[in-house]
């Protein structure tokens, strides 16, 4: 079987190859650390955290490198308006989003290098291509010659034509030429800088990721990826800046993710219909709104409503409720008219097929349902064994842990021991013994579950595994 993927470069469906053989490079473009993330942001942590597990199904060593981008000109206002240093601001919200796409089944990069903590690769970066004529100096800014990059334009597909006569490139009276951008930014007063030898100032956007990724990954990665809206201008400049300074071919593919609208209409602060992940994942759970994003392809638009999200729980629902029968009743032996293992055999190459199609897992998630219908029918005509069962519930694994899909606790799904440690640290707190109820509740916390004490009582809103208390129950 043969993985494809779609090829932003190339605009085509391109077979996988690696450069190394059973490993993958894999940069994404993280977030700007200035706010709480919305669920425009939480969409490409999803996908891309989805592309890299299938890649490690595969048989794949990953390397999964996300920056954080922690100077800008929204963090400096950010600051000033909540009275903190730079670092301050930047460290809260880099905590938030942790604690965000982790409740949405994230697994942790290899590497999350941060711009303020990459200053010097950064600027080495900026002197080579000052050094080999694709950028100059001016009034203490640093500008790319976008011109003289002859392959400019070539992943978001635009000529120097369509690009100069279009509205999306700044004209400043310091740039040599219109389509030039900037590389490095001369301080404004009372603003935050780095020493440079071009002056006072700081790194343009673009950069960052072009320095980031040859410090972490090398001259050349095998995917670079983000949202659809990072194509221009900034993972062609990013293209620009790598191959004009490396001389090779920055990433083989680029992938990217398509669009989320709110109703039907695009997410935007002036509107004032921007959805921060976190309610979303209060108000429904982390599993839920995965399982919603990743029932579109990833290049499709996504419209989000809460009808939409209602109509995603029931199928969540309807998966779940056949899990859980399914590990009841595999304890009960059947008779066993029917052999599974092909079946099996047969669903798992759907699974794959539709994953090696592009990571379309739409069509993955519709082969849990037809899976799902099958072992229903097997559990309402008990014509199976339940060793037979049991493989059921491991290939379903096999395939939830490919999509990240674990389940979010709810309170009846505590067993025991959790129960009897909420009643213990219940009595704790009306004891006033607070370094035992604390205790606790670290020690449930080690196990992903968070408690909130309200005025109703004590909550539990952890992101358990599915393994642990939906399988092995
Ligand atoms: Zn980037």
């Known amino acids: 079987m043969t993985l494809r993927l779609y090829n932003t470069l190339t605009r085509q469906k391109e077979i996988f190859n690696s450069i190394e053989t059973d490993k993958v490079s894999m940069y994404v473009c993280g977030p700007t650390v200035y706010n709480y993330i919305h669920i425009g942001n939480a969409r490409p942590a999803i996908v891309f955290d989805t592309v890299r597990r299938y890649l490690e199904y595969r048989g794949y060593r990953v390397t999964y490198v996300l920056n954080f981008t922690d100077v800008d000109d929204k963090i400096i206002r950010a600051a000033k308006e909540e009275g903190m240093d730079l670092k301050q ?22 590497v999350y290098p941060r711009v303020t903590e990459s200053m010097d690769e950064i600027i080495t970066f900026i002197q080579t291509l000052i050094d080999k004529g694709f950028a100059y100096e001016s009034e203490g800014d640093v500008y790319f010659r976008a011109r003289k990059f002859e392959a400019y334009g070539k992943l978001s597909h635009q000529s120097l034509d369509d690009l100069q006569s279009g509205a999306r490139v700044e004209v400043d009276e310091r740039k040599e030429d219109p389509i030039d951008f900037a590389l490095w930014k001369k301080a404004k007063p009372d603003e935050a800088y780095w020493e440079s030898p071009f002056g006072h100032g700081r790194p ?35 293209i620009a800046q790598s191959e004009a300074c490396n001389g090779h071919p920055f990433s083989h593919y680029w992938m990217h993710n398509g669009y989320i609208n709110i109703d ?71 008779s066993g008219k029917v052999s599974v293992a092909k079946e099996i055999d047969d669903l798992t190459r759907k699974f794959e097929a539709a994953m090696d199609d592009d990571f379309n897992t739409a069509n993955a998630i519709a082969v849990i349902f037809d899976a799902v219908k099958v072992i229903n029918t097997y559990l309402a005509k008990q014509v199976v064994l339940s060793a037979d069962l049991e493989a059921y519930a491991d290939m379903l694994k096999r395939f939830f842990d490919v999509l990240g ?19 213990e640290r219940e009595e704790a707190r009306k004891n006033r013994d607070f370094n035992r109820a604390d205790e606790i509740r670290d020690q449930l916390k080690a196990e992903n579950i968070i408690l909130e004490d309200t005025a109703n009582g004590t909550r539990c809103v952890g992101v358990k595994q599915w393994k642990k208390y939906m399988f092995y129950r």
């Open 89 to 110: 601001l930047s460290d809260r919200y880099i905590a938030a989003y942790q604690e965000d796409v982790t409740r949405l089944g994230v697994r942790e990069a290899t």
């Open 204 to 238: 343009g956007w673009h950069i960052e990721c072009s320095a980031m990724a040859k410090e972490h990954l090398g001259e050349t990665i095998d995917i670079h990826a983000g949202g659809q809206d990072l194509t221009f201008p900034h993972h062609e400049n990013e």
């Open 264 to 334: 039907n209409e695009k997410m935007s602060k002036s509107i004032g219909n921007v959805v921060l992940a976190r309610e979303l994942i209060d108000q429904y759970s982390g599993v839920l709104l995965r399982f919603f994003m990743l029932s579109v392809h990833y290049r499709s638009p996504i419209n989000f409503s809460h009808e939409l999200i209602k109509q995603s729980e029931q199928g969540l629902k309807r998966i779940e409720n056949t899990v859980k029968s399914l590990i009841e009743r595999s304890d009960t032996g059947i």
């Open 405 to 423: 899909l674990e389940i979010e606790a709810e309170e009846e799904l505590l067993d025991e021991e959790i129960d009897q440690l909420l009643v």
